[in-house]
Every structure is written in structure tokens, then in C-alpha cells.
């Protein structure tokens, strides 16, 4: 951590790319990147799509992975996913000098620091956009840290989320949360005793409806009211939140202003 900041540091540009020493860039990577920051003022993160050079040992979930992070294109659906998983690949992103320092920079809170980065900017109305075109062949190497070292356990990732949440969905706020499986039934554990109602579980399967978690009830799906509180749609698979976002947004509840995605 002391590094990335020391670098910046030494910086003088308005400026910052970056890029991991393994991975390979796009000849015209910074030259595309530059004219969509150039183009849109009001951004201030550019990234672009990646594509995986995987190592032999890599499997399904990465390609999975790099899948998703490529269909996170507009400000709207970066911000949206902001969540769920981190929404953009650390070494494609080229960030705007001044709103990396308004946030402070990069802070070693013992997790992954790039998440902990985006969800600062987006919580405080930062905007973040890639370029459609694949620039970026980002290795997934079996010795990468993401993969060995503790600061990038799931566990490290939830506590990051959980630190940001306040800032997205301010204390006092009443939830219902959308999914009473095991992702639900995690954030409700933490939500509890930190300021939020929980007042009820909405969940597909019917033999949950009826059940108490947590002493609230669990309720069969129905057109979703604001006045019902703010959902959390809370599903770990890419299907399942789908579902529920099919369910929500008929109602006219957008993302971010009514509900959440989280996993």
C-alpha cells in the first residue's frame, strides 16, 4: 500500500494509470482511455474491457468473472454493481488525479484496497465508465495476491462493503431484503444492531414463506412498494438477482435510489 501511494506521490501528472507488470496492454490502451476523459469531464475513472490469459490452473469462475466486469460499460451499471463484487479491473483503470486525492487516496484497511478505492468514489457521486474494446490482457496467475493473500478473502471483501454501506444506504433506513438464502441471511446478521430495520424477507421459494429469521418473517414475492422500504436484492448468482431486479423494476425502483444489489 505504501508503495501505490508513494508512487502516486511522485506523480506530476493530473493523471494516474495503472497497470500490473504481468499483464499486457493494448498499443492504443492510454491513448483510448484519455480521449473518453477527455470527451466526458464529469468522469472520473476510465477503464476499458479485459480479456483473461489465464494460467493453465485458472477455471470457469475467473472467465465467469471477466464476463461480468466486461458488461459494466456506463457510469449507471458500474455504480449499480458497486456491491456486488469490485467493478473494475485495478490495473485497466486510468483515475483522475483530483479524485483519487479527494478520497484520500489508497487506504490500508487490511482488504483489498482497489474495492475499497472504487466504493469511496462511487459513494461520494464519483462516475467511473470503460471504453467498449477489449485493451487490456490481464493475467490470472495461481501466485497472483488476489489469490494468496488474505487482504483478498471474500471475507476482507464483505468487511470492505460493510464499511461503505452507511454511505449508500444511510442508517435508519428500513430494508426488506430481497433473497432468504445464504447471502440474506448473511447481511442481515450484519445489518443487525447497526442502525437498520430489517422489517421483512421476501424470497421465491415457498417453503421459506412463513419462517422467521432473525424474528422477521419471510414473505412470498409481490409487486414491490417504495412505502415496503429499501430492498437489498440479496443473491449471490448472476440469474437470481436478475430475477428479483425483474420483479423491482416494472415498479419503476431504480438502482441505488430503491434498491441494492449485494452479494
Not at 147 to 164: E, G, N, Q
Not at 221 to 236: I, M, N, Q, S
Request: glycine letters at 8%; aromatic letters at 8%.
Amino acid at each position: 500500500m505504501g508503495a501505490l501511494n508513494a508512487g502516486v506521490a511522485a506523480a506530476r501528472t493530473p493523471l494516474i494509470a495503472r497497470m500490473y507488470a504481468d499483464d499486457v496492454a493494448h498499443p492504443r490502451r492510454l491513448e483510448r482511455q484519455l480521449q473518453r476523459l477527455a470527451a466526458d469531464p464529469t468522469l472520473s475513472v476510465v477503464s476499458c474491457l479485459v480479456e483473461c490469459a489465464a494460467a493453465p490452473a485458472a477455471g470457469e469462475g475467473m472467465r465467469r468473472h471477466v464476463q461480468w466486469l466486461n458488461s459494466l460499460r456506463t457510469p449507471e451499471a458500474i455504480r449499480a454493481a458497486a456491491f456486488i463484487e469490485s467493478p473494475i479491473a485495478h490495473p485497466s483503470a486510468v483515475i483522475r488525479r483530483a479524485a483519487f486525492d479527494a478520497v484520500g487516496g489508497y487506504s490500508d484497511n487490511g482488504g483489498p484496497e482497489d474495492y475499497d478505492l472504487w466504493l469511496r468514489l462511487l459513494v461520494r457521486g464519483h462516475r467511473a465508465a470503460k471504453v467498449p474494446e477489449v485493451l487490456l490482457a490481464w493475467r490470472d496467475l495461481p501466485q497472483r495476491l488476489s489469490r494468496v493473500d488474505a487482504r483478498y478473502d471474500r471475507r476482507r471483501f464483505f468487511t470492505t462493503k460493510l464499511r461503505h454501506f452507511p454511505a449508500a444506504v444511510p442508517r435508519g433506513t428500513t430494508l426488506q431484503i430481497w433473497g432468504a438464502g445464504r447471502t440474506g441471511r448473511r447481511w442481515a446478521r450484519a445489518l443487525t444492531g447497526r442502525g437498520y430495520e430489517i422489517a421483512r424477507f421476501v424470497d421465491i421459494d415457498p417453503r421459506r414463506w412463513g419462517q422467521l429469521i432473525h424474528g422477521v418473517p419471510v414473505h412470498a414475492p409481490a409487486t414491490p412498494e417504495r412505502a415496503d422500504g429499501f430492498v437489498l436484492a440479496a443473491a449471490g448468482s448472476l440469474g437470481a438477482r436478475e430475477a428479483i431486479e425483474h420483479c423491482l423494476q416494472p415498479r419503476g425502483l431504480r438502482p441505488w435510489f430503491d434498491y441494492l444489489a449485494i452479494v
